[in-house]
């Protein structure tokens, strides 16, 4: 790749990454301005994905999907709650 097309790249990743930021954000303050209607339609794409074959975790967050680590070592705890995360995690770059 060359230095050229790897800046390019770069912004691409970048300026994708900021509107799924502003995305997020404008989501998040609908489903606060319209909470009911934010849950209906929400169930309605929930009914549409689960008859197209793909899971979903409830609306409240709950799921019985759990996250577990195989070190092959001794055991461990299953990973932490992904509602545990803050919006600002994992973005250091």
Do not use: C
């Not at 793909?54 to 409240?60: E, L, M, Q, R």
């Not at 799921?63 to 994992?90: C, H, K, W, Y």
């Amino acid at each position: 790749m060359t230095t050229r097309s790897k800046r390019v790249s770069a912004k691409q990743s970048i300026h994708y990454r900021n509107y799924r930021r502003a995305r997020d954000r404008a989501l998040v303050r609908l489903s606060q301005a319209y909470p009911e209607t934010y849950k209906e339609l929400l169930e309605l794409e929930k009914v549409t994905d689960e008859a197209n074959g793909a899971k979903w975790v409830d609306i409240d967050g709950s799921s019985s999907f759990t996250v577990g680590l195989n070190s092959g070592g001794r055991e461990q705890e299953p990973a932490g709650d992904p509602a545990d995360i803050t919006e600002g995690e994992g973005d250091s770059k």
